[in-house]
């Protein structure tokens, strides 16, 4: 699709418009206003606390029960708080810098493609859309209003993670032969949005298979050619109706490595391994919100315990704030580059055979 040219391409044009807004963000903090205000929504909320880079400045929910609340607990001011019907008015408010989208997957395209014709860059919950090929609707939306877009990848702001992505990227062990990812927990309540493949687009490989992916490729630092997939027996048709109880999947990498994976809804894991020429690296737990565990074949890991989201939102709104690109890797193409991946998964599930990509 020829798109990491056309962003290469895009970032002088963007950072000449943008050019006059450095005066107004110099020594403040990014505005930041949390579209849907779900779950993550309030662990995202705690992230704001202690951010040197952002303030949680602004809400966009379609209970009113909800704008009440969180005015009172977080000092949102009303000019700041807007439901999904007036949603397209804060495009005349300059106190609100960036919108994170953290809705129901279903919903991203629509609220980053709004948010972005509203002049506000914009950060997206993974998995980024329900297709590739609305990913590439939404980086498109964005180049042409010049506003940056990033996907909530807070595992590259994680040392222990971040960790295993040089020791695989930089061969420290050799190059890199095996992969293999995990990331399950159960799932009982049939009511949770999850669960409706209208809003989900799929069952567990869209919430957490996505963190699969995204280590087999950072770690083998390539992009797959190939994939296999399975669909997982469904233990509770009552429950899941709509989406897999759990899948599993082999890449294949231009260079020799696979990746064996798996994500489920009927299991609790959370591990990571991989391994090289000489030697492996592993972790568990490995994916989720921590505190996380890893060692070597040859010695224990021991990084800090940090506040994920918080790291995160300060690494993009200090970017941002000095007028910079995003980095590559929490990038719009990124998540377009995942979601052609869960793709052809789906595809090779449901069909039996390999999918080439």
């Known amino acids: 699709m020829g798109m990491g040219a056309t962003m290469a391409a895009i970032v002088p044009s963007f950072?000449?418009?943008?050019?006059?807004?450095?005066?107004?963000?110099?020594?403040?903090?990014?505005n930041v206003a949390l579209c849907g205000l779900g779950t993550y929504a309030n662990i995202l909320a705690d992230g704001f606390a202690d951010a040197q880079y952002c303030r949680l400045a602004g809400i966009v929910t379609g209970t009113p029960a909800k704008a009440v609340a969180w005015k009172q607990k977080h000092a949102i001011p009303d000019q700041n708080i807007y439901n999904y019907q007036n949603f397209d008015t804060i495009v005349n408010n300059k106190d609100i810098d960036l919108v994170y989208v953290v809705l129901p997957n279903s919903m991203h395209?629509?609220?980053?493609?709004?948010?972005?014709?509203?002049?506000?860059?914009?950060?997206?919950?993974?998995?980024?859309?329900?297709?590739?090929?609305?990913?590439?609707?939404?980086?498109?939306?964005?180049?042409?209003?010049?506003?940056?877009?990033?996907?909530?990848?807070?595992?590259?702001?994680?040392?222990?993670?971040?960790?295993?992505k040089r020791?695989?990227?930089?061969?420290?062990?050799?190059?890199?032969?095996?992969?293999?990812?995990?990331?399950?927990?159960?799932?009982?309540?049939?009511?949770?949005?999850?669960?409706?493949?209208a809003l989900s687009g799929g069952g567990p490989l869209m919430n957490l298979g996505v963190y699969c992916l995204q280590f087999s490729r950072y770690v083998i630092g390539e992009e797959p050619v190939s994939v296999t997939a399975q669909f997982g027996p469904n233990t509770n048709p009552q429950i899941f109706s709509e989406v897999e109880t759990s899948i599993t999947w082999q890449l294949n990498f231009p260079g020799g490595a696979v990746s064996n994976c798996s994500s489920s809804y009927n299991c609790n894991v959370d591990r990571v391994y991989a391994s090289a020429e000489n030697g492996f690296f592993e972790m568990s737990p490995a994916i989720s919100y921590g505190p996380f565990r890893g060692r070597t074949s040859k010695a224990e890991l021991h990084f800090p315990d940090i506040n994920q989201q918080t790291a995160q939102l300060d690494g993009i709104a200090k970017l941002l704030l000095e007028n910079k690109p995003l980095p590559a890797h929490i990038s719009g193409e990124e998540g377009w580059k995942d979601m052609r991946v869960i793709d052809a998964i789906y595809a090779s599930a449901a069909t039996g055979r390999k999918i080439v990509l």
């Open 167 to 197: 020791l695989g990227q930089e061969k420290v062990f050799g190059a890199v032969r095996l992969v293999e990812a995990s990331l399950g927990y159960r799932v009982d309540d049939a009511n949770q949005w999850r669960l409706h493949k």
């Open 15 to 30: 950072i000449r418009q943008r050019q006059k807004l450095h005066d107004k963000y110099s020594g403040k903090k990014l």
């Open 109 to 164: 395209k629509e609220y980053v493609i709004r948010a972005a014709r509203a002049g506000k860059h914009v950060i997206t919950e993974k998995p980024m859309a329900n297709s590739a090929s609305d990913c590439a609707e939404m980086i498109k939306a964005c180049q042409d209003a010049h506003v940056q877009l990033a996907v909530g990848y807070r595992l590259h702001y994680e040392p222990y993670n971040m960790e295993m």
